[in-house]
């Protein structure tokens, strides 16, 4: 079993930079493919980017491409998004979550299983 810990959220400016951390605890970590969601005051929680186990097919939401980059390191049991030229709208609470089922690039929260705490990211305009 899987568990994970979000960090590295915080308050940035429009325009500006954050990279979220997700560590992961237990040896299967690299069966998961990962993904991050993100969920705003009052709205469903999102899709925002996943990765493959080995690090690559990373999947983005349209919302985000260009801007976030999603990574991995197995050796670390930690999967980072790196997200820039934040905007006001990019303000939720972020989690990392293992995919268990579903379609390869599954963008929906029912075919992820374990979720961390998640990590606040706000942007300031």
């Known amino acids: 079993q899987v568990q994970l810990v979000e960090s590295g959220g915080g308050l940035v400016q429009a325009g500006g930079s954050l990279r979220l951390s997700c560590a992961a605890s237990?040896?299967?970590?690299?069966?998961?493919?990962m993904g991050w969601f993100r969920q705003a005051p009052g709205k469903e929680r999102e899709f925002v980017a996943s990765?493959?186990?080995?690090?690559?097919?990373?999947y983005y939401a349209e919302s985000v491409k260009g801007r976030f980059t999603i990574s991995r390191d197995n050796a670390k049991n930690t999967v980072y998004l790196q997200m820039n030229s934040l905007k006001p709208e990019d303000t939720a609470v972020y989690y990392c979550?293992?995919?268990?089922?579903?379609?390869?690039?599954?963008?929906?929260?029912?075919?992820?299983?374990?979720w961390g705490q998640g990590t606040q990211v706000t942007v300031s305009s």
């Open positions: 979550a293992t995919k268990i089922r579903g379609s390869y690039y599954s963008t929906t929260v029912e075919d992820f299983g374990t």
């Open positions: 237990g040896r299967t970590f690299n069966s998961y493919r």
């Open positions: 990765i493959s186990q080995g690090g690559g097919f990373p």
